[in-house]
């Protein structure tokens, strides 16, 4: 997708271990193909050094299959297109095969967070995690809780967005918009 990519790729320049999962092999070499792009950019404008690019890259893992991308995760950010049906059915398929105790959080800028997490059987695991485009280069996520989201998930997720450098907002409210898109409009 748009984004993905690049929440791969400040995640895994934190130091996490990063799964990028994409529902084909193509897709996923163009994403990592972006990735490359953007820290050889870092390079050249001597941001970071070639061996830090190259730990970093190293660290981003392309995987096609659901079940061996979410084996060993903590935390599955989901950045697919803003279609409620279309994030439904990756949740469907997400909940069958990821263990109880992942978190799951949506990528969506207006979608309902309480929504989506009910269509789980974790809407307390469940959050909004919205980045702006290009997360590379964006500082502000905003955090969504929905109705069911335990505290604990809500603090994992803002002491998550600081350790990737960015700041934090949280949206205390499940509204349309969440609060930034709600400014613009």
């Known amino acids: 997708g748009i984004m993905g990519h690049g929440i791969a790729q400040v995640s ?8 990028l999962r994409d529902i084909e092999q193509k897709f996923l070499d163009n994403a990592m193909e972006k990735i490359k792009w953007s820290l050889d950019k870092l390079v050249s404008k001597e941001k970071i050094s070639q061996d830090q690019a190259n730990d970093i890259y190293s660290r981003i893992k392309p995987v096609v299959d659901l079940k061996d991308a979410v084996k060993d995760c903590e935390l599955v950010i989901e950045v697919v297109p803003e279609i409620m049906d279309l ?10 095969v990821a263990s109880k105790d992942i978190i799951f959080a949506s990528n969506t800028s207006t979608l309902p967070i309480t929504e989506i997490a009910n269509t789980t059987s974790r809407p307390e695991k469940f959050i909004g995690i919205h980045f702006f485009n290009p997360p590379q280069l964006m ?3 905003e955090v969504i809780p929905g109705q069911k989201t335990s505290q604990e998930v809500i603090d994992m997720t803002q002491d998550y967005v600081k350790s990737v450098k960015k700041e934090a907002v949280l949206c205390r409210k499940d ?3 969440f609060i930034i898109n709600r400014l613009f409009i």
């Open 12 to 19: 895994a320049m934190a130091g996490y271990n990063v799964v």
């Open 87 to 96: 994030k439904k059915k990756v949740y469907a398929e997400l909940d069958q």
């Open 139 to 141: 500082k502000l996520v």
């Open 175 to 177: 509204v349309p918009g």
